[in-house]
């Protein structure tokens, strides 16, 4: 495919505003991927080429909370490795493994989350009680999202997010930062796979890798000034809405329960 010049300043907008949202709470893939298949994409390059503006818009993220020293590189170095490699075995897996069981269980998760967050519990200003060591974490709970990124995707950043505001009791801004640090490893693990196999559109992924980069600067900045009362909020919204995204998708429960409306 070789995309024109409007059509890729059109996906570039997309890709600033989901830079900017995935920057704060995650879910900017719920703005491109739609983008994309709409576009003329196939799936697989769509999910290629959408891993690539993703990285971009995470590792702009991830650079933009690193310069406030938001982010212990002894500790996200251990996040990054173990994200960047369980995302790529993740992603060698997708075709091995079945995924029916993750279409009907990641929107509950994701909705429970969404319900665990609009009470207040779980995001909060400062540094709380850990409960799990941070090595224990960094070898078990963030391997295990990073696969789940690579072979699925959908609620990846905030899975991250739960965990490490819950077991390892980060404030939210904290958080958020070994987050997109996180995010950013699984994200660009995933893409190595997608980019070996010759599936992503370079001259779109980029042109929209910029667009994310830049949006991601913005939602970065304004996650640090405001912290929680920006972050909680966005994370409610953007899990309730891939949970619906995911239900209500071809062959999801919703679209199933619609067709049987007269």
Known sequence: MAPDLTLTLELSGVA???????????GGGLL????????????ISALGTNKLQGSAGSLSATFAFARRHLIDWRIG????????????????????L???????????????????????RGIREGDGAAKM?????????????????????????????????????????RATGYTKAANAASNVGSLLLFASKGVVIWPLGLA??????LGAQLGARLAMRLGAKLIR???????SLMALRLLSRDGGPLHALLALVP
């Open 233 to 239: 909020p966005l994370l409610i919204v953007t899990s």
């Open 98 to 120: 079945p995924r029916n069981w993750l279409d009907a269980l990641v929107p509950v998760l994701l909705l429970a989350f969404a319900g665990y967050f609009s009470l207040g």
């Open 16 to 26: 600033v505003v989901a830079g900017f949202i995935d920057a704060i709470a995650g």
């Open 32 to 43: 491109t991927l739609p983008a994309l298949l709409l576009a003329g994409l196939d799936p």
């Open 77 to 96: 170095l251990r996040f990054v490795a173990a994200a960047g490699v369980a995302s790529l075995l993740g992603a060698l897996s997708i075709s091995l």
């Open 133 to 173: 060591p941070t090595n224990l974490f960094a070898a078990s709970f963030i391997p295990l999202v990073g696969f789940y990124d690579g072979f699925f995707g959908p609620g990846a950043g905030t899975f991250y997010m739960i965990g490490i505001t819950t077991l390892l009791g980060f404030g939210a801004v």
């Open 208 to 213: 929209m890798a910029l667009g994310a980069f």
